[in-house]
């Protein structure tokens, strides 16, 4: 396939979106809306007794506070996937880690959104200073790494889950 014509049609903070026509093998031709994203990471962040996990709220499903792994958008200009890994850490739980490890890679929903995921394993933490983004309101929720049966159970998030799941299967 081929795109062979694009318009944006809204830009926003956290995404735009755009109309692109595509022309196939066989001559045909569709227009597809495509929700424009920069991609986001999450950490799996560990230390053999806790899982460093997070709670904050998600207007966007009408939710005061959903658990999930620490994670953020790629918004600053050049900064690649684990340096943003490294930064979310640090601003949203107060960890830094020696190890990283790429677990996996995957798209949010590729039929409509080109958003990219890179999930990370951060393992021989260390505490550092804390310093939230003043605009979230997050609450650290440390769990018990002997019960992430019990955060897979209570988790909603996509993101979350398919790290906590690697993860259980990485411990096994």
């Known amino acids: 396939m081929e795109r062979i014509g694009s318009k944006t049609v809204y ?7 755009r109309i692109d026509r595509f022309r196939y093998g066989d001559g045909s031709e569709a227009d597809r809306e495509v929700v424009a994203h920069p991609g986001a990471v999450a950490v799996v962040a560990h230390d053999d007794v806790h899982i460093y996990l997070v709670r904050q709220p998600r207007e966007a499903v009408g939710e005061e506070a959903t658990l999930e792994l620490p994670a953020g958008k790629l918004d600053v200009p050049g900064e690649a996937p684990l340096d943003c890994a490294r930064r979310e850490l640090a601003e949203e739980v107060g960890l830094e880690a020696s190890r990283w490890t790429e677990l996996k890679r995957f798209y949010t929903s590729p039929g409509f959104a080109e ?10 933490l260390r505490w550092v200073e804390h ?39 990485i411990l096994r």
């Open 131 to 169: 310093r939230p983004d003043p605009d979230e309101r997050i609450e650290v929720a440390p769990w018990p790494l002997d019960d992430l049966d019990g955060a897979i159970a209570e988790c909603d998030d996509a993101k979350s889950l398919i790290g906590m799941l690697v993860l259980r299967d």
């Open 11 to 17: 830009e926003g903070t956290i995404a735009s979106v």
């Open 115 to 124: 958003e990219q995921v890179t999930v990370y394993l951060a393992t021989d």
